[in-house]
């Protein structure tokens, strides 16, 4: 039970990684504020209580300032606390296109929600965590903070955006014993790499690039999250955290 007592606020938990890790951290005695756009995250909360433990959903749509703070806040209305934030609510190109084939909308709608969404979410639990003078931040990156990908180049530029929020953030809240770090996984098995895992040449593609010969599932991208989350990780701050199974190792 190493959450006992503690309350997380996740974002992006109706499906996925977000998901697991919800789970996890329930299973570990957190109690558990999911802020998600998909009712779906009511299975989430669902299944943690019958596991015996405590959350709650809001409807939040991280690309609203407004919507970060009601998150926070009712986090702190229903568990009395908030001790680490996991800002992990993420979208995916809808088509992989060249730059000069992209509409301003898919460029904008991908930096509204990983970006915008991040920094939204970052801000309502550091104003918290100044307050009560600690706490722990995660957000969601992926190896497309530190490498690009032909045909994803919003995608991968919000994600290097999320890096260059986290080392801002670590920066800022260290000396005031606030670590704010972020996860970088590679190919993780989700409702988000679905379309490709299930077309047999990408999936093939994706496998070698893997190195480990599989994507990830959920749950072992979930286990960095609670041990970064930890007072284990207590000298960890300002960093990205790949978990790739050597992909970017080439
Ligand atoms: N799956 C991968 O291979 C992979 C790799 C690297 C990084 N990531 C990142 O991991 C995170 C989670 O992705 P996943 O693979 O679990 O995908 P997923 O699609 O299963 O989960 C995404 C979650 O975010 C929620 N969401 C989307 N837009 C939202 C919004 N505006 N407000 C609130 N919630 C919103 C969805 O409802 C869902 O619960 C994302 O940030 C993604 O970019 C995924």
Not at 7 to 32: D, M, N, P, Q
Not at 96 to 106: A, F
Not at 150 to 160: G, N
């Amino acid at each position: 039970m190493r959450f006992a007592d503690q309350a997380i606020v996740i974002t992006g938990a109706s499906t996925g990684i977000g998901r697991a890790t919800a789970l996890a951290f329930g299973r570990e005695g957190a109690s558990v504020m999911i802020g998600d756009i998909d009712d779906g995250a009511n299975d989430t909360v669902a299944e943690i209580r019958k596991a015996g433990g405590k959350a709650e959903f809001r409807h939040c749509d991280v690309a609203r300032g407004a919507d970060c703070d009601a998150l926070v806040a009712a986090c702190l209305d229903s568990f009395g606390r908030l001790d680490s934030g996991f800002n992990n609510a993420g979208v995916f190109p809808r088509d992989l296109l060249p730059i000069h084939e992209m509409s301003d909308e898919e460029f904008d709608r991908i930096m509204a929600v990983n970006v915008k969404g991040v920094f939204n979410a970052m801000r309502a639990e550091l104003r918290h965590f100044r307050q009560v003078g600690k706490g722990s931040v995660v957000n969601t990156a992926s190896v497309g903070a530190t490498i690009a990908d032909p045909l994803m180049s919003a995608y991968s530029a919000s994600k290097h955006a999320v890096l260059g929020l986290t080392r801002a953030g670590g920066l800022e809240n260290g000396p005031h014993n606030i670590r704010v770090n972020a996860i970088g996984p590679g190919m993780v098995r989700t409702a988000m790499t679905a379309k490709w895992l299930e077309d047999p040449e990408l999936a093939e593609a994706a496998r070698h690039a893997t190195v480990i010969g599989r994507p990830a599932e959920p749950e072992e991208i979930a286990e960095v999250v609670l041990f970064l989350s930890s007072d284990a990780a207590s000298y960890m701050n300002g960093q990205i955290y790949l978990i790739d199974g050597g992909l970017t190792a080439r």
